[in-house]
Nanobody, 111 residues
Framework: QVQLVESGGGLVQPGGSLRLSCAAS????????MRWYRQAPGKERDWVAT???????NYANSVKGRFTISRDNAKNTMYLQMNSLKPEDTAIYYC?????WGQGTQVTVSS
């Protein structure tokens, strides 16, 4: 089973940016879709974005136009570029692929 490790979270002011990474333990070339999810305190885990091997992307309405998902198959890594961050983006962000989850990375948006 593939193992996933997220990184890049942290504390950022509203309007700021962060770039999350999700490194896979195996080749992601054959993994059709990879996803980001997030879970805010006291809430369920919600889907954020998906990227396919063909480079097709899809986003939750709440992040559309602010977040960009991408993948680098040569580096076995998926990314989430987050711009114009809002306090409501505060959550633990998880990557998902082939029924495997990463451990999550905390993103806190606060002044």
């Amino acid at each position: 089973q593939v193992q996933l490790v997220e990184s890049g979270g942290g504390l950022v002011q509203p309007g700021g940016s962060l770039r999350l990474s999700c490194a896979a333990s195996t080749s992601i070339f054959s993994i059709n879709d990879m996803r980001w999810y997030r879970q805010a305190p006291g809430k369920e885990r919600d889907w954020v974005a998906t990227v396919t091997t063909a480079g097709d992307t899809n986003y939750a309405n709440s992040v559309k136009g602010r977040f960009t998902i991408s993948r680098d198959n040569a580096k076995n890594t998926m990314y989430l570029q987050m711009n114009s961050l809002k306090p409501e983006d505060t959550a633990i962000y998880y990557c998902y692929a082939k029924r495997a989850w990463g451990q999550g990375t905390q993103v806190t948006v606060s002044s």
